[in-house]
């Protein structure tokens, strides 16, 4: 007499089948994951590490459609590293923080009116010729956008 099969014998078999590349498919994502989780926690090591971490931000956020989703609150994470390591490492040179502002928008590709948001074209213009002050809103506005802290458009104009 033959044995029937019951469904959950049916699906169990398959499983079983399919564990091994289950297992590895999963293994690959697990490594992925705590890759992502140690970049969120673990201190930069060094300046290749500080690279390495620049480029998961970037990419973090290509992949977040706003700043609730979790590759966005992941790229925060890195970044609170980032900056942890560059506050201890890296040098600021004294600058205004029109200076500071040039500077950032060079090194990016940032046009003034890419920052329209935050201010009007003649108004960023004027802050990095040194003729205005920034605003309380303007130095927060600019700091959220280049991912910078706040300090750095504060001081001497």
Do not use: W
């Not at 089948?17 to 992925?32: D, F, V």
């Not at 140690?38 to 590490?49: A, L, M, Y």
Request: charge should be negative; proline fraction near 4%; include cysteine.
């Amino acid at each position: 007499m033959m044995e029937r099969l019951s469904p959950n014998t049916l699906q169990l078999e398959g499983l079983i089948a399919s564990l091994p590349l289950l297992l590895q498919t999963t293994a690959g994502q697990l490594e992925a994951l705590s890759l992502l989780l140690r970049s969120c926690t673990n201190p930069v090591e060094n300046d290749g590490d500080l690279q390495g971490r620049m480029a998961l931000i970037d990419a973090l956020y290509a992949c977040a459609t706003d700043v609730e989703h979790f590759a966005a609150q992941c790229a925060e994470r890195v970044a609170d590293r980032v900056h942890e390591y560059e506050m201890k490492h890296l040098r600021m040179p004294d600058v205004s923080p029109g200076e500071a502002l040039s500077v950032l928008m060079k090194e990016r590709g940032i046009r003034q009116v890419d920052l329209q948001h935050i201010a009007t074209q003649s108004v960023i213009s004027d802050i990095i010729n040194g003729k205005r002050a920034m605003n309380v809103s303007q130095i927060k506005g600019l700091a959220r956008f280049f991912r910078v802290p706040v300090d750095m458009f504060i001081g001497q104009s």
